[in-house]
Nanobody, 122 residues
Framework: VQLQASGGGLVQAGGSLRLSCAGSGRFFSSYAVGWFRQAPGKEREFVAAINWGGGSTVYGDSVKGRFTISRDNSKNTVYLQMNNLEPEDTAVYFC????????????????WGQGTQVTVSS
């Protein structure tokens, strides 16, 4: 499985961005996908994850109520809709995939994309 994250950019506080994670491989739709982020000088942290069918999701405490993860298996793509962005959301965002079940633990993910930069200005 190969992953390609995109959609990052510069946005003002309160704005929105939608990240995409495009997966290759015939079995991508059977994988759980997670988003993680890493800010400068900080450890990588869990953001959100979705199971293979999209019926189960989980979010990190800092993004609950602002971010929404979804997937379109017909397009082999997972999305992260980010609303009401805050300067503290500034980080490189990575998507990752694993065989079921869904997980918040980065060590459980076998496949990683290259990351996309999100910068939120105050």
């Amino acid at each position: 499985v190969q992953l390609q994250a995109s959609g990052g950019g510069l946005v003002q506080a309160g704005g929105s961005l939608r990240l995409s994670c495009a997966g290759s491989g015939r079995f991508f739709s059977s994988y759980a996908v997670g988003w993680f982020r890493q800010a400068p000088g900080k450890e990588r942290e869990f953001v959100a994850a979705i199971n293979w069918g999209g019926g189960s999701t989980v979010y990190g405490d800092s993004v609950k109520g602002r971010f929404t993860i979804s997937r379109d298996n017909s397009k082999n793509t997972v999305y992260l809709q980010m609303n009401n962005l805050e300067p503290e959301d500034t980080a490189v965002y990575f998507c990752a995939a694993k065989r079921s079940p869904i997980s918040t633990i980065q060590g459980a993910y076998s496949y990683w994309g290259q990351g996309t930069q999100v910068t939120v200005s105050s």
